[in-house]
Nanobody
Framework: QEPLVESGGGLVEPGGSLRLSCADP???????????WAWYRQTPGNERELVAE???????NYADSVKGRFTISRDNARKRVYLQMNNLRPEDTSVYYC??????????WGQGTQVTVSS
């Protein structure tokens, strides 16, 4: 399957902000709405961990470590999912992955985007 497309990673100083974007170029709007969308992150030697999730009912869930700093959102017109990351910390440094789960349970991942928080 064609992977999801992520963008927006980069190098930022502590306290700075980044916005990650995730898109599926082939998705139709009704499928976009019905999917669960999530952002995960993974550092070398560690398991991939959930950062934020947005369900079809518009419920959002966040890892405790990012609550109050990160926001997941959907743009229906552009069929994109965003992760706004504010007040970034060095421990947020990771590869961030976008994930979608459709109504049949089919899972798709992006290829990841590097976020580095350093002065």
């Amino acid at each position: 399957q064609e992977p999801l497309v992520e963008s927006g990673g980069g190098l930022v100083e502590p306290g700075g902000s980044l916005r990650l974007s995730c898109a599926d170029p082939r998705i139709i709007l009704s499928t976009f709405w019905a999917n669960t969308w999530a952002w995960y992150r993974q550092t070398p030697g560690n398991e991939r961990e959930l950062v934020a999730e947005s369900t079809p009912s518009s419920t959002t869930n966040y890892a405790d470590s990012v609550k109050g700093r990160f926001t997941i959102s959907r743009d229906n017109a552009r069929k994109r999912v965003y992760l706004q990351m504010n007040n970034l910390r060095p421990e947020d440094t990771s590869v961030y992955y976008c994930k979608s789960i459709d109504s049949r349970g089919t899972v798709r991942w992006g290829q990841g985007t590097q976020v580095t928080v350093s002065s």
